[in-house]
């Protein structure tokens, strides 16, 4: 990777970790021929002072199921497991959603028919801390899942849904077919011939590890505490905890067909292709914002309004974005209370790379694009999140109206804007929905009264000008 890029890439990483209080995050940016680069930043212990390293561990959430859909796919190597499998042939389980059977595909894929139930995101919700969803081991999730299938919005095979309750399925059916528990089937088809030695899913090691990341959470009021990863008698979906070093090893096995360094095979590369294989389109569409050339972002062409499109589609176990930057990205990112990762992958360009971080902040999948932009030598400023960023960015602010006899804001509200005018006695606020964002004109829609109301803000070498219903505002640079 060209100095360049990486200072570009270091620039902006810590730019986002301080804008939204991201505490430590290690990426290790990793080719296919087995040369890592590990770029670590911020803390893995905020109050101690104790810097992330490569070998800090984090907590790897989703990641997980890239762990259980090898599994399942080394099963199938060894003729112990087919896709096209129903799940009942092996689990005593009652589900068919619209009167048809759910396959191990489906549960791959997130294709099951069935919406996800709440059970992992109940860990934290007032339900897990106050009163309690008694879902302890894989006995109560078959009694939680009974029903399910009522609740199902279509036959399986047709959309995507994610399910974490579907991988916990896939957690016992390994456990059922290779005749040991999940985890040290993993342990020792997996982490073992990875050489993954400081990758888990003990609590107690995690938490006797000098080089842990402590997982921060923040209150409604930004005040942070300490979260926790997610442990519990079925980690198929969330549990494992990781570095950076190990992780960049399965990158470079993926990287390389499953092929390990010693000549053996992880999974067969039939298996891999099948799991970057796209099953279903995912539900969200490419925005309908038109993105005008902003013209002064740094890397930007000032007459290219054609940004990398990245369709979203799933296969068995990985994401698939296609046509990023000519080719497709695969990955699938995780989420604990108290950090989030990302995993990231384009075979066809041999580079990938790995985010760990510990505590909610920058979009990690959003990182990964960046990172691996700058890996290719491409400059990341077309990517439309990024161009939509910096176009609401110029926006916020302080306005107001002639001789100042209206005081307003404009504040950030995600991809949206919120538009709020200061009275003495109330304030009075609008969400702005992007339509139109260019380097002269944006355009929003709000709603008022049952109707849409189209705001514009006019951008010239005066200033920027904001028109809402009958007002006219004006931002202050002062």
């Not at 302890?136 to 399986?156: I, K, N």
């Not at 920058?362 to 400059?379: C, D, H, I, N």
Request: charge should be negative; aromatic fraction near 8%.
């Amino acid at each position: 990777m060209e100095r360049e890029h990486l200072a570009a890439l270091d620039s902006f990483v810590l730019a986002r970790m301080q804008e939204t209080h991201l505490p430590g995050l290690a990426v290790s940016l990793v080719s296919a021929d087995e040369t890592c680069d590990h770029r670590v930043f911020g803390f893995r212990d905020v109050e101690a002072r104790r810097p992330v390293t490569p070998r800090t561990q984090f907590g790897l959430g989703s990641i997980t199921k890239v762990f259980t859909a090898l599994a399942v796919f080394q099963l199938c190597d060894r003729g112990l497991l087919n896709l096209d499998d129903r799940i009942d042939q092996w689990l005593a389980l009652d589900l068919a959603p619209h009167g048809e059977p759910i396959r191990v595909w489906h549960l791959l894929s997130h294709t099951s028919g069935i919406p996800g139930l709440g059970f992992s995101e109940s860990k934290m919700s007032d339900e897990w801390f106050m009163s309690g969803i008694p879902v302890a081991t894989e006995a109560d999730l078959l009694a939680f899942l009974q029903g399910a299938d009522d609740w199902a919005v279509c036959p399986p095979g047709e959309r995507w849904f994610y399910l974490n309750e579907g991988y916990l399925l896939l957690g016992r059916l390994i456990a059922q077919r290779a005749g040991q528990s999940y985890t040290s089937y993993v342990e020792q088809h997996i982490l073992k011939p990875l050489q993954m030695e400081r990758t888990h899913f003990a609590r107690t090691r995690f938490e006797q590890d000098e080089d842990a990341a402590i997982p921060y959470m923040h209150d409604r009021d930004g005040k942070r505490f300490v979260g926790a990863n997610l442990y519990g008698e079925m980690p198929a979906a969330g549990g494992l905890v990781s570095c950076a070093e190990d992780m960049a090893r399965l990158v470079v096995a993926l990287l390389n067909d499953g092929q390990l360094p010693d000549g053996a095979q992880l999974i067969s590369r039939e298996s891999l292709q099948q799991m970057r294989t796209p099953r279903v389109r995912l539900p969200q569409e490419d925005t309908s914002i038109v993105l005008g050339p902003f013209g002064d972002q740094d890397g930007a062409d000032p007459t290219e309004t054609d940004a990398p499109i990245h369709e979203g589609h799933f296969g068995c176990g990985f994401q698939i974005a296609q046509n990023f930057y000519g080719d497709d990205l695969v990955g699938h990112g995780g989420g604990i209370m108290g950090g989030t990762s990302y995993l990231a992958l384009m075979p066809e360009r041999g580079v990938g790379a790995v985010l760990l971080a510990n505590a909610h902040g920058y979009p990690m999948a959003q990182l990964a694009m960046v990172t691996l932009a700058r890996m290719l030598g491409e400059s990341p400023q077309n990517l439309p999140f990024l161009r939509i960023e910096q176009a609401l960015a110029r926006l916020t602010g302080a306005y107001t109206s002639f001789r100042n006899t209206i005081r307003a804001e404009v504040t950030p509200l995600g991809d949206l804007l919120r538009f709020t005018i200061r009275y003495h006695h109330e304030d009075r606020s609008s969400i702005l929905i992007p339509l139109h964002l260019s380097k002269d004109l944006a355009r929003f829609q709000t709603f008022s009264s049952g109707r849409n109301t189209v705001v514009e803000f006019h951008l010239d070498d005066d200033g920027i000008n904001l028109i809402f219903e009958r007002y006219k505002f004006r931002k202050n640079f002062a």
